[in-house]
Structures are given as structure tokens and as C-alpha cells.
């Protein structure tokens, strides 16, 4: 049997690609009628249990259960807030982006039955600063919804009041990192808290805090309109529901695909048309930069089975990558992600993420030493579980992966003094990330980004 | 108890990087958070908006209308990407150079506009048009190799496809995105970020009493830390 893909957060974005965007479409199809149900019918209580009930997990990386996350705010303490995280940046993660910029009002929608269960009546998004486009849909659904009622003060008639802030990143990975982006959202550094306390008690403005991730509460509206029984039948037991897939890399058609959690990762592979070229599986990343490779594709995508075979399934994106690809730069570009991300707060992600960037640009431009696989294995045994926050040991894991599976490769690269794929590496000048934070694109004298200039006297 | 004196001078000019039509969107700005520190970055992108990058002087005012230190607004701005502290070009062409977009040939895109605009990735023209580069993941990896010209997307670009969007937009001609989106100068779409959010008419923005009927202490500050003294507070 081909393999299908089973739509219900993309269901109106795909049928409809041309509107799906527009109040009008949201209406015509249902829109908000779970919204206010639940606000006019239900009581918070029962919203929260009915999130419990259906196993919904969280779809922005960790997959702790929605409810679960709920029943910790408490109930006597006012105000309270909900934040949405759409701060998407884990590399190869397209799937929020699609869901704002395509359907804002089922994100609204959501973003309303999370208020109400945990009567928070302030909400914010949290919109990743370069999403333009989604930004702009966002921000028309919002005041659009305010127009109808929706939002603003009572909404649908009952004496529940809502407001929905939308508020921009300015470029920072980290903020993702749910503290993190309390951090930012409140015009601080973005850099992790220390926890406990929770965000859940104290949180954003040191209040009450609940934080989720777009694609979770886009579920919500389903789940009400079609009840949790309906959503428990799809996917696997403990991992209920769909999850978007985010599929990247040499595949013919890559794109989100919708499907239950648990489809095998071979299905999608079907679903993605195909390698490339028809050219094998080399490796592949089954949930963002930051969870370890897989080299095959015989494994159901749900977060149980990913995690026992060493991985995760994070944020659900999935790289292929075909037999082209040297290893030794996708771990140096992976590298080079979290050296730029890293927020500099704890050492061992500061330093480490640096160090291995270091080690792994001379072992691609054929610079490489004996030494370096176990050096840099060493790195990430410095980093994993002693970083301040899960970037530090995301990026251990990445590395550590690439040079576990890969070893040969590495040393093919030392014995040869190449790179043994290509030379591209030597066409480089600035194609690095280079410097953090402000100071990028100015004009005049500046670092060579990029080009060591003490490379020697490095390690 | 002193009271803390600010460092300007008295006969120093008023900072005034904002118009007073920027500083009545600012405060509007201020207004959508229960804390208006929060409004910091989106009035860092305001300055921008006015000088192209974010200035020593736009700092300060930006400081002065949340009535924090300068230092504070510089120590929170510095840490944002895309808050730039040196003169930036009118259009800044960002291309992905995270993993399935390097796997995709990013790398080549990258060569061919650092040749085609005679700079580095980082850098930017002496003429001030085009800024350059090589950014981390930005979520179009459906698109790889991928490009943003202002925050407007490109998708599947090969070097020359991406040369000839430059020279387009180098010759003034309008250019639209793969999701048919005018791309905007560099100063537009900063206007455009600061004020996202603002769509609905400010009357209804700010304080909106919640279900407890009450708003997050004063004495409680931003998240955990206590509230750092500013301008003319007591310490």
C-alpha cells in the first residue's frame, strides 16, 4: 500500500492553498466553533483534563504532554500567561512557519482553548524575528479575530476577556529554549533560567507561565471538535495524534507531510518521492540538527521508538541526505550552528561549540591530525549533561554522532589531506555565519568570517 | 537613598533618533506589554528603521522612553542578529548555510554573490546597497539551497538565479518573493518587524485587567531578577 498521509492541522492549507489564510476560509470550513464551545460550555477544569485524556504531546521538540504541562499552573494565582513558541530554528524545522503563514486563524483558535484552560488572559506569540510573512498573516488574523469578537474583552459573549500579543524575535536560536525566550520576550539577553521554579509557576514577568509550541495547540480545535477518542485512534498509544514532518535534503518533493505518529520513516521517505537521483541513504537526521543520526530507514517516527534507538524525534525534521555527502562538513556545518547559537552563558557550550568548530574546519580543508576524532568525541563527553541548557548538549550529540557513525570518513580525511568529496571547502571566503550578535554587515575594515588567521597556532 | 543622576548632562540635547510620529508609535509600542521593558527590541528595530543599523544615539533614546540604562539596552541588543550595530546595506541578502541547504549547494550561492558584489559573506558594498550574508537556518529548508532578501524568501536558488535577483534589485526594479511578496529595503521591513502586533487600534492595547483582576506586581520586576534602577529612580 502507497503511503498516505493523514491531514488535520494541514488538511485546510492544502485543500485550500490559494486562501487558506482568510477569515472567510477559516469560517467556511468550522472555524471557531471549538473555540467557543469550549470558552461558552466547558469549564477550565474540563479543558485541561480533556487535553490530559487525549495524550496530546507537545509537537516542538521534547514532547511532554500538553495537559500534564497545564495541571501545573496553579489555580489561585493571577494573572497568568500563555506563550506561544514560534520561534522555530532547529535546522531542517519548516512546519510552523507553513502553519502561521497558512492558517493563523486555527493558531488563534488554539491559542484560545490554552487561555481558557488555564485562564490565562493574555496570550503572546512569540514570532521567529525573520518570519516575515507569517508575521504579517499573524498579524491580520489578530485583528481580525478582534473585530468579530474573538478576542478582546468577553469573548463570544461570555465574561472571558483575551488578548493576543504578537511580539518579534530579533534573530537568536536560543530563544527557543523556552526560558530563553521568557528572557527575550521580557527585553533581556535571550539566555536560559535556571530551573526550578518552572515556567508553569513562575514564569514571564514572574507570573504563571504556560509555554507551547504552534503545531500542539493548532491540534487543540481538532481535538474539541472531534473529541479525544478520535484523536487517540491515530498514531501509536503513547504517542497519539499526527505530527508534521518537515522533509529536507536530497529527496525529490521535500515539504511538511502530516502523518500519525509511529508511520515508519521509510513511508515517508515514499511519501518525499523518493531519493534523489535514485541514489541510496547515507544518513539521516530524523528530528533537527540536534538529534544523533540514523543510517536507516526501518523505524517507526514516534518519540518511544526514536528514543530507543539512540535518537529523538525533536521538532520532526528529517534530513536525507545520499551517499554524495561528506560527513566531515555536515558535522562542521552542524557544528558551526550551535557555535553561532550558543548564547554564551555556560562555558562548556561556549567553549565546546568553539572548540569543535575549529577542529572540524581543519579536518575538512585537509588539516586534520590523528588526533582529532578522539579530540573531538572528548569535546562532546565535556559537554553533554554539563551545559546550562539543552543547546550545549544538542550539540554534543549532533558531532558525537556524525564521528561515531562516520570514523572512517574522518580518517579518510586525515590520511588523504582532502576533503576526498569535492573541493568546495577551498572556495570559501566568508561563507561562515562568523561573528554573534550585532555587528554583521557593516561596511569598512572587519574579520575575515571564516578564515582563521591564527589557525596554526591553535590546537 | 540617593537619587541616581543621569549621565547626560544637563544641557546635552534631548537624543531625538525618533520623529515624533516614531516616538507616539513607540510608546504604542510600550503599551502592549504589561512591562514595558519588553517593548526593547521592538524599538531597537525602530531605530533601525530611521538609521539603517542601531546607533550609539538611538540606543540612548530607546533607553530614555523605558526609562532603563543605556547599557541595558545595549547589553539586550547586542545579543540579536538581526539588530545591526554597523551601517548595513539597503537590501540584506541572507543565504542559509545550515545543513540541508549546504548539502544543497549553499556554498556556491555564496561564491557567486561574494564575487558578483566584489565582498565577503558579512560584509557590505562601499556604495551601501547590499549586505551579504551566510545565515543560519531559516526554516525554508523545503526550499534549500535557500535566500531571503530582506526577510523575503527565495526558494531553490543556483548561483546565477540568485545573482540576477541582486541585479534586479540593483537596478531598482520591484522584486517578488517565491511567496509573492514585495521585497522591502532593509529600513521598511525594520519599521515592519518594530510594529508587528500594532494592526488594531492602540485604544484597545495595554492594561486589560485579567481574570484575578490584577496585574503583575510592581516590586516584582521582569521574571526573577529585581528591577535594575533606572533614570532619576531611587536606588
Known sequence: ?459 | MTVKQSRRPDDAPAPSVLTPELRAQAEAIAAKYPNSRSALLPLLFLVQSVEGYVTDEGMREVAEILDLEPAQVLSSGSFYTMLKKRPQGEYLVSVCRNISCTHMGARKVVRALEEHLGIEAGATTQDGRFSLEAAECLATCDGAPSMQVNYEDFYKVTPDEAVAIVEKLGRGEVVLSVRGEPVKTSKEISHETATAGLRRPVTEMGYMPTMGGETPKQGTGPGMRPKVPGKGQES
Open chain 1, 1 to 459: 500500500m502507497a503511503a498516505t498521509e493523514t491531514r488535520i492541522v494541514t488538511q485546510r492549507l492544502r485543500e485550500f492553498p490559494q486562501d487558506s489564510w482568510t477569515l472567510k476560509r477559516y469560517l467556511d470550513s468550522d472555524g471557531y466553533r471549538a473555540a467557543r464551545q469550549v470558552v461558552t460550555e466547558v469549564t477550565p477544569d474540563e479543558t485541561i483534563a480533556l487535553a490530559k485524556d487525549s495524550g496530546l504531546r507537545g509537537r516542538g521538540g521534547a514532547g511532554f504532554p500538553t495537559g500534564l504541562k497545564w495541571s501545573f499552573v496553579p489555580k489561585d494565582v493571577f494573572p497568568k500567561y500563555v506563550v506561544i513558541n514560534h520561534d522555530e530554528g532547529e535546522p531542517g524545522t519548516f512546519k510552523d512557519r507553513e502553519l502561521a503563514e497558512m492558517d493563523p486563524h486555527q493558531l488563534i483558535e488554539g491559542i484560545t482553548i490554552a487561555a481558557w484552560a488555564n485562564q490565562a488572559s493574555k496570550a503572546f506569540i512569540y514570532c521567529r524575528g525573520e518570519f516575515a510573512l507569517g508575521s504579517r498573516r499573524m498579524d491580520a488574523a489578530i485583528a481580525e479575530a478582534y473585530e468579530r469578537g474573538f478576542l478582546g474583552k468577553g469573548i463570544f459573549g461570555s465574561k472571558f476577556d483575551l488578548d493576543i500579543i504578537l511580539h518579534r524575535g530579533a534573530g537568536a536560536y536560543i530563544c527557543g529554549e523556552e526560558s530563553a525566550l521568557l528572557d527575550s520576550l521580557e527585553g533581556y539577553r535571550g539566555q536560559p533560567r535556571l530551573r526550578p521554579p518552572f515556567p508553569a509557576v513562575k514564569g514571564l514577568y514572574g507570573q504563571p507561565t504556560v509555554i507551547n509550541n504552534t503545531e500542539t495547540v493548532s491540534t487543540l480545535p481538532h481535538i474539541v471538535n472531534n473529541g479525544v477518542d478520535w484523536f487517540k485512534k491515530i498514531g501509536t498509544e503513547k504517542s497519539p495524534g499526527t505530527k508534521m514532518m518537515s522533509v529536507s535534503g536530497h529527496v525529490n518533493a521535500p515539504a511538511n507531510y502530516e502523518v500519525p505518529l509511529g508511520t515508519s520513516l521509510a513511508d515517508i521517505l515514499e511519501l518525499a518521492g523518493g531519493m534523489r537521483d535514485g541514489r541510496p541513504v547515507k544518513a539521516i537526521i530524523p528530528g533537527g540538527a540536534s538529534a544523533p543520526l540514523l543510517t536507516d530507514t526501518n523505524i517507526p517516527m514516534d518519540f518511544e521508538a526514536l528514543k530507543e534507538a539512540g535518537t529523538m524525534l525533536g521538532s520532526g525534521a528529517i534530513v536525507f541526505m545520499d551517499d554524495t555527502t561528506c560527513m566531515v562538513r555536515n558535522a562542521l556545518v552542524t557544528a558551526e550552528f550551535f557555535a553561532h547559537e550558543s548564547c554564551g552563558k555556560c562555558t562548556p557550550c561556549r567553549e565546546g561549540t568553539w572548540w569543535k568548530v575549529r577542529i572540524l574546519e581543519r579536518l575538512e580543508h585537509g588539516e586534520g591530525r590523528q588526533e582529532d576524532m578522539d579530540l573531538l568525541l572528548d569535546i562532546c563527553n565535556g559537554m553533554d549533561g554539563r551545559s546550562f541548557c539543552p543547546l550545549g548538549d544538542a550539540s554534543a550529540w549532533a558531532v558525537r554522532s556524525n564521528v561515531k557513525l562516520f570514523r572512517e570518513e574522518f580518517q579518510a580525511h586525515v590520511d588523504a589531506g582532502r576533503c576526498p568529496f569535492d573541493d568546495e571547502h577551498e572556495q570559501l571566503v566568508g561563507a561562515r555565519a562568523g561573528g554573534v550578535g550585532l555587528g554583521e554587515a557593516g561596511i569598512g575594515d572587519q574579520p575575515a568570517a571564516g578564515i582563521w588567521p591564527d589557525a596554526d597556532g591553535g590546537a
